[in-house]
């Protein structure tokens, strides 16, 4: 039978990811792997305290991680293992394992009713909503190596004194920022208020209250009160501004162009997605994203092309576009 | 920025597989894509018309399916695409698809409800049930290329003149032996009264109806009534053996001691999987998979050495084992 075995030569990676993120899942609901992804390290007595979860089974967990690469068991005290430490690769893991459970488990709710879809794409997205919050841990995971670390890089690139980051959820991303630019000043605008509740919360944490603003608005609202854009010297909006296609396209454009007028000095920083990225290795999982966003979120994803000309009307003279990590993703920098 | 582009490295195999997954799944959902994947080419017209569903709706998720490397496009007619045809990969890219699919979709209503089944496994096990359809055709994607050749391989090797499929399902294991072996006669064996439904009218539309019995029934019913397994060169069981464990020992090994008495003559082929896989590239999913049998589905899994000496004990003085393209996955061949 060694012939047959031969099937087993792909297998790595999608059974490796699949069980990955089955695991790291099951963590995530239950709350006992969340400080271990922060901190790269846990104690299965402290993640028993704090859940109120039998340690045997955080034990059994953390011995199944373990199997799967994405936690290494300390020396054994009285023959058990009580201490468990992140492996080199984790953020790589939660990186890949973000996909699968953004695609698979985020958008669950849309793929399970896509009869619905068919037939009535407005009602059933009224109907269907996605877990918030789960989309934002996917996104973020997604994010650890695939956009954030872009992001962070463009943002701080030319040593701003103002940034002014688009849909800033926790803040996560301006903090990140702030840190690497001791004299910055951050505005953090979201349309959540549960986010900017645990924003302000995270901010003050991190003792940044006197250098950054959480307020609560849609972006939308800018174009009649740009104060908060008023000496930025980089504007960030991270896959926010797709959510006006199509049906705001007069909206993006009045605000691209309040950007320009009340920032003339900054740059704007686009991240996005264009529809059906063209290279190779980004067909499949770009296909889907755009799939999904036009077929059952009821958005239209614009290609590089279409950016750079809304980025010129709006009176951005120099565009430069460059590849994210995740499929289909760009970074457009635009200058006056 | 181009320093910045490299961490897209590895990221063709996570967001290559999530994205054929989501499509698929969306597919599968809609009845848009069963006849494709079985047939090899589609005429969108056909589907539209089989379904109910606008051509345009059909065209565009083809076009996605092709950008995703799942479809290729037939020429235009009339400037527009009117067929597509599978790539010669369709058949791993389902397989690979599967384990997503599996992972995330079969088994999120245990993922999902994780706290009750910390709490109590049994309730929340008797309360939150996979669909079984869905388990079955992840099961069958899976198997495409992981299990199902090597077990059709395994059976039709010595050329048995009966064989008996326990769990047998649709039968779809037990035609595509008996197409390779003109003279033999098939029993399958399932509890599912729709499967066997499904089955019968498989085999009577295949013309096996003189050479296949579908019998509805718990295989633990054979200890009692082991006519069916009279006669038999090849029993096979795929999958089934470990829902017996670990209430059910006692009758896994009544059943194996009948088996061997019964078909005296017959090797038994047991396709199941070990825990905790120890080969590096089983680890991740079979880690996943004996921690969901474990925690969620009351399961032990059996490791090599313990079904060696309980076949042994049934009276199998030969046992060979081989992996399988499944994490975990292996196939034992007792001979008397």
């Known amino acids: 039978m060694n012939n047959l075995t031969h099937s087993g030569a792909q297998k790595s990676s999608a059974q490796t990811i699949t069980g990955r993120a089955i695991l790291l899942e099951i963590g995530a609901k239950l709350g006992i792997v969340d400080s271990f992804l922060t901190n790269k390290e846990i104690s299965i007595a402290d993640v028993a305290k704090s859940t109120g979860i039998q340690a045997?089974?955080?034990?059994?967990?953390?011995?199944?991680?373990?199997?799967?690469?994405?936690?290494?068991?300390?020396?054994?005290?009285?023959?058990?293992?009580?201490?468990?430490?992140?492996?080199?690769?984790?953020?790589?893991?939660?990186?890949?394992?973000?996909?699968?459970?953004?695609?698979?488990?985020?958008?669950?709710?849309?793929?399970?009713?896509?009869?619905?879809?068919?037939?009535?794409?407005?009602?059933?997205?009224?109907?269907?909503?996605?877990?918030?919050?789960?989309?934002?841990?996917?996104?973020?995971?997604?994010?650890?190596?695939?956009?954030?670390?872009?992001a962070e890089a463009a943002i701080t690139a030319s040593r701003p004194k103002k940034i002014v980051d688009l849909g800033s959820g926790t803040c996560g991303l301006l903090l990140r920022c702030l840190r690497k630019l001791p004299e910055a000043q951050g505005v953090g605008i979201d349309l959540s208020h549960s986010a900017c509740v645990k924003a302000r919360s995270i901010v003050q944490a991190a003792g940044m209250e006197n250098r950054v603003s959480v307020i609560e608005a849609p972006i939308q609202s800018l174009i009649d009160n740009p104060a908060p854009l008023e000496g930025a010297e980089i504007i960030h909006g991270g896959f926010v501004f797709h959510d006006l296609m199509p049906d705001e396209e007069a909206t993006l454009n009045a605000l691209l162009k309040t950007f320009r007028r009340t920032a003339p000095n900054g740059a704007l920083l686009v991240v996005d997605a264009v529809p059906y990225g063209p290279n190779p290795d980004e067909h499949a999982f770009s296909a889907a994203f755009t799939f999904l966003h036009s077929h059952f979120m009821g958005r239209r994803l614009q290609p590089e092309s279409e950016w750079k000309e809304r980025l010129s009307a709006a009176g951005y003279t120099r565009v430069d576009v460059a590849p994210l990590g995740i499929s289909g993703g760009r970074i457009f920098t635009a200058r006056a």
Chains 1, 2 share one sequence.
């Open 56 to 150: 045997s089974w955080i034990s059994a967990y953390y011995a199944a991680l373990a199997h799967a690469g994405l936690a290494v068991p300390g020396p054994k005290v009285s023959n058990e293992i009580t201490h468990y430490v992140a492996p080199p690769d984790l953020q790589q893991s939660i990186n890949d394992v973000g996909y699968v459970l953004w695609g698979l488990g985020s958008c669950a709710p849309l793929i399970a009713n896509a009869h619905h879809f068919v037939k009535n794409l407005p009602s059933a997205a009224e109907t269907y909503v996605r877990d918030g919050e789960h989309v934002a841990r996917t996104s973020r995971w997604m994010g650890e190596q695939d956009f954030y670390p872009q």
